[in-house]
Nanobody, 124 residues
Framework: QVQLVESGGGLVQAGGSLRLSCGASGRSFSSYAMGWFRQAPGKEREFVAGISRSGGSTNYADSVKGRFTISRDNVKNTVNLQMNSLKPEDTAVYYC?????????????????WGQGTQVTVSS
């Protein structure tokens, strides 16, 4: 199992940038695929970005493609989300998640472990 802690959220103006980080502790971080999800009030938790165990492949929600970049460092046991050109609709609590072999990497049901979340607020 792994324990995940997100950091880096905050309040920014539209067009600005933030970098979120997720630190992991536990056995064999590199054995887990990682994902970032977000949840706005009254909304379902939605997929943002995912990265394979080795970091060799990534995928993104259409809404963030070209603006966000996910990365991981399997030595430091961290996964990051660089968010550029932020929009008000990006406002949400952002969560990192870890999962074993995934049938559908974009589904919340596929992940076993979750961080506590970090708030991102983008003002107009």
């Amino acid at each position: 199992q792994v324990q995940l802690v997100e950091s880096g959220g905050g309040l920014v103006q539209a067009g600005g940038s933030l970098r979120l980080s997720c630190g992991a502790s536990g056995r064999s971080f590199s054995s887990y695929a990682m994902g970032w999800f977000r949840q706005a009030p009254g909304k379902e938790r939605e997929f943002v970005a995912g990265i394979s165990r080795s970091g060799g492949s990534t995928n993104y929600a259409d809404s963030v493609k070209g603006r966000f970049t996910i990365s991981r460092d399997n030595v430091k046991n961290t996964v990051n989300l660089q968010m550029n050109s932020l929009k008000p609709e990006d406002t949400a609590v952002y969560y990192c998640a870890a999962g074993g072999p995934l049938l559908n990497p974009r589904s919340t049901r596929e992940y076993d472990y979750w961080g506590q979340g970090t708030q991102v607020t983008v003002s107009s």
